[in-house]
């Protein structure tokens, strides 16, 4: 007599769990952005001292993406929770649940861009711009900005993202 094992969908839960443990979600400016604009972002997001044709102009940090998520880890951590407890529950549309919380944290990132006064600009730019938004010009950092699903172990990638 032969013993037969039931599955109960024991291995599409364990394959759920591994996906979700593969992946990370990366936001912010990646190479489609462009150099110009991902320059952009990184003197806004870090400030820099010496730029400018004349080398003198300080650029305070005006951080947008580490900003953005020392304000919404928690909240992206219960998101994953969510999808673990959903995975438990029978629900193994991984990547779904992944594709909606790198799209919330892609509109997070533009809105702090959006919104973000402080430090202003020198007057010279607002004089220049016509108006007094830190991170906007043109819009087009902002329109830059996205989000996609990596590899956890993919090069050039930091354990934070």
Do not use: C, H
């Amino acid at each position: 007599m032969a013993v037969k094992t039931k599955n109960n969908g024991f291995n599409k839960y364990k394959e759920a769990f591994k996906k979700l443990n593969s992946k990370k979600v990366a936001v912010g400016l990646f190479e489609t952005a462009g150099k110009k604009v991902i320059t952009r972002g990184i003197v806004n997001e870090f400030g820099t001292e010496n730029a400018g044709k004349n080398k003198n102009v300080t650029i305070p940090e005006r951080s947008f993406v580490r900003s953005t998520y020392n304000k919404n880890y928690k909240k992206v951590a219960k998101d994953f929770t969510k999808i673990a407890k959903n995975i438990s529950r029978g629900n193994y549309n991984v990547n779904a649940k992944l594709k909606e919380i790198r799209l919330k944290q892609e509109l997070e990132i533009k809105k702090t861009i959006n919104s973000l006064k402080i430090p202003s600009n020198a007057l010279s730019t607002i004089k220049n711009k016509g108006f007094d938004n830190p991170l906007i010009e043109t819009g087009e950092m902002r329109d830059k900005v996205s989000s996609k699903l990596v590899n956890k172990k993919v090069i050039g990638y930091n354990e934070r993202i």
